[in-house]
């Protein structure tokens, strides 16, 4: 997936001479502003993410849509608040069999669950990543992101600095793994979210020990709020900007199935 981001105040995406043309938004530090011209057919993305205000004309939308390039919207902090994609052809039969599964207790038991076992199971397995082989996992993170040498020794390796945080990995691990084993005789969904919430209980002040502390980074809530939307620190920002872009494409792809979401 490649993505083209526009943000800033200003920002467009219009046709001009049959070719579609991006403009960034004004840049308060340069008199210049960046654009981008090129037919509908070549663009070298998926998706178009905008951050900012600006405008993007409906001809743009069309052209974008006919080569199924998304178009993903982001508020100030990160949050998807919308998005517009093509609606794939679908048989007529497809979405009456989604609302005969929704029908069925014990398949919306299985779909419940085996979401959530991919969820939990991820997150188990980069706690345990993480304790058998710190380098390793900071060294697949660096070769992922391309992180500069610079960069690099400026990071913070949690174990290192902080002898008790392997330890507290450890402790949470087996807590996850206890709640997870009540998954099988969850069936209602009060009971199925309740172990979705008591992992999470121990995941995300666990997972805050893997961060500098300057990063401010220690519940996936707001301290105000107490919302995970209203990020107030670097890294929720980021996991904000990354669930956002996940959500817009299983969107599509569900959509592309005929399927509603």
Known sequence: MKSLFLHGYGLSIKVQNSRLVFSQGIDPFS???????????????DKVIIQGKGYVSTEALERLAESNINVVMLDKRDKLYSYFHKIGGHQPLIRQNQYDTFRDPKKLEFLRKWILVQKIESQINLFKEFVAEPKKFYSEYNKAWQISNNQRSGMNYSLKANPEAKTRIKKAIVAME????????????????KVEGDVAKWYYPTFCLLFK?????????????????DASDVINTLLNYGFGILYAEVAKQLNTLGLLF
Request: hydrophobic residues 30%.
């Open 178 to 193: 206890k709640v997870y084993s009540h998954l099988d005789s969850a069936h209602e969904l009060r009971e199925i979210v």
């Open 31 to 45: 008199d210049k502003k960046e654009t981008l011209e090129l037919p509908a057919s070549a663009c070298p993305f």
């Open 213 to 229: 502390p300057e990063l401010r980074f220690s519940s996936r809530n707001n301290a105000r709020t107490f919302r995970p939307k």
